[in-house]
Each structure stands twice: as C-alpha cells, then as structure tokens.
C-alpha cells in the first residue's frame, strides 16, 4: 500500500532496478536492511520518491503498473511521433 502516485512510487524502484540490470549493484550489495537504507540514502533527488505528493489515500501496489503503463504507453506513442526520420527521394525514385 501506498499514499504516493505511481509515478512517484516506481522512481526509486525503476532506479534499484537499473542498477542491477547495468551492474552497477549486485542483490548481495542489497541484502540487509542496513544495506538498503545506506542505498536509499545515495539515491539522487531524482529517483528518490517525492514524499511531499502524498494523496492522502492508500492505493495497493498491485495496481500502480496498470496506472504507470498506460502513461508510459501514450508518452511512447507520442514519441515515436516526433522521432521520425525525415523522408528523402534517392535518385532512383525522383521523378
């Protein structure tokens, strides 16, 4: 359960989880809970959750990956959009 928005929820866990995936941390660097405050701690401002957006209401867990894909999905949408090579005739096709 948590108060946060999901966006605010996954910050820190996004991050734990690329640091694993790049190896920048191994699962024995966050085994004890001394470990994972010590971790916590280190995190920059930016992927560590801002606690100030609390809603005030528990939400469970379990639903914030629906909340946060939908989201992600537009954005990815959007910025494949912007993305786009422009077009350009090679000789062979100009007419």
């Known amino acids: ?20 995936a790049e190896k920048k941390k191994t699962v024995t660097d966050l085994k004890s809970k001394e470990q994972q405050i010590r971790y916590a701690q280190e995190l920059k401002a930016s992927d560590r959750a801002n606690l100030s957006r609390k809603t005030g209401t528990l939400a469970p867990i379990e639903g914030i990956s629906k909340i946060s894909n939908r989201r992600n999905q537009h954005r990815r949408k959007h910025e494949r ?4 090579p422009e077009r350009r005739w090679c000789r062979n096709h100009a007419s």
Do not use: G, Q, Y
Request: zero cysteines.
């Open 81 to 84: 959009r912007d993305r786009r």
């Open 1 to 20: 359960m948590t108060e946060l928005p999901a966006e605010e929820a996954l910050k820190p866990l996004r991050r734990i989880i690329l640091d694993l």
